[in-house]
């Protein structure tokens, strides 16, 4: 009786089992075709120049935030696979552009409003002219895919350098809260110095100590998005190291062997990605880019700095705010030689993709 017994427990639990496992294969039969490659096609065949990669990488705020489509983080990303180098070029959203008639980080959403897909290819052909580097592909991820990407690989250390606090981080969803002003002070107060004061109840402070720091999603995109912290952490130039950063603890995270031996996360980080960007990155070419980063996970990474210099430490930058009254009232940046001449940032950033010492020149 006792073994009766037995066999029919195994039978259900073998019959779960398969239920369980049948549901499974049913539900990711598409990343088959994937490993097999993956692991049995060592060739990485992607559209290149020589052995450099280019890739546009783009952070949107996503459908809870205001201006969802407008482009809060662009960094331009050049892969060597001979000299093993990554070199990033953050570009300032606020960097004027006279194709759009405005800043850089309206070009998604002014090219999506044209067509679906079209904000790629205009960022893309944006970015080319300004760098005059060809960009093979391009990655759109929205702020929600980056918090579930992060939390899904248990969180990333990052060595904080120093403390800093911010008192305008902007909270979602409250963009365009009145903070209980009446109507008719609206209109003075949106031109008010501080909007800090104005409406205190649309930002909260965020504080960053300074030493090694566990970060879930969250907690990573504040440290990259801060844009008002008090002291040398409220520039460009510290945001873009912030970001060179997480990039980095991103990559070793998801090349630790803690991923990379659990198929299922790496199926959910797959999934998280698949739903959250916009890429032009075919699916027959997911395996390779795998490759590529697997090839290069030892890389050194760089960073290509486009700011306005810091007079404190007499440090020169290739942009400049110009006059707002030269741009409809609105605070731009714009290269210093002219918002119509890039060519200084062209040979600066071709000087850093070459190997080459690349002093910034004084001031013209």
Request: proline letters at 4%.
């Amino acid at each position: 009786m006792a073994k009766k017994r037995n066999n029919r427990i195994y039978l259900i639990v073998g019959l779960i089992a398969v239920i369980i496992l049948g549901k499974f294969i049913f539900s990711t039969a598409s990343f088959f075709p994937f490993f097999f490659q993956l692991l049995f096609n060592k060739n990485i065949e992607l559209k290149h120049k020589d052995d450099e990669i280019n890739i546009l990488l783009l952070g949107i705020g996503g459908v809870n935030h205001e201006g969802p489509e407008l482009t809060d983080t662009i960094i331009f990303a050049s892969l060597n696979t001979k000299t093993n180098k990554i070199t990033m070029v953050p570009i300032p959203r606020d960097l004027y552009v006279p194709d759009l008639k405005g800043k850089i980080n309206i070009a998604y959403s002014d090219g999506e409003a044209k067509r679906k897909g079209g904000g790629l290819i205009l960022t893309e052909a944006i970015v080319e002219k300004i760098l005059n580097q060809s960009v093979d592909y391009g990655i759109q991820i929205d702020f929600d895919g980056f918090i579930e990407a992060v939390d899904q690989m248990g969180g990333l250390d990052i060595n904080v350098e120093q403390t800093f606090d911010d008192y305008e981080y902007p909270i979602d969803g409250k963009e365009n809260d009145v903070c209980g002003h009446k109507e008719e002070e609206l209109e003075e107060l949106a031109t008010a110095s501080s909007q800090l004061e104005a409406f205190s109840c649309r930002y909260k402070h965020i504080r960053f100590e300074k030493g090694l720091i566990h970060m879930n999603g969250e907690k990573a995109l504040e440290y990259v998005r801060s844009r008002h912290a008090l002291g040398p952490e409220g520039s460009d130039f510290a945001r873009n190291r912030r970001q060179e950063k997480v990039i980095k603890a991103f990559k070793d995270k998801v090349f630790s062997l803690e991923i990379l031996t659990n198929p299922g996360k790496i199926i959910n980080l797959y999934s998280i990605i698949k739903g959250s960007i916009d890429t032009d990155i075919k699916d027959t070419e997911f395996d390779d880019f795998v490759r590529l980063l697997g090839k290069m996970k030892t890389a050194k990474i760089q960073t290509a700095i486009l700011d306005a210099g810091d007079s404190a430490k007499s440090r020169e930058g290739l942009l400049m705010n110009p006059e707002p009254n030269e741009f409809n009232g609105g605070w731009v940046l714009i290269p210093r030689k002219g918002a119509q001449n890039f060519s200084e940032i062209q040979q600066y950033v071709a000087c850093q993709l070459n190997q080459e010492t690349c002093p910034v020149s004084k001031s013209p």
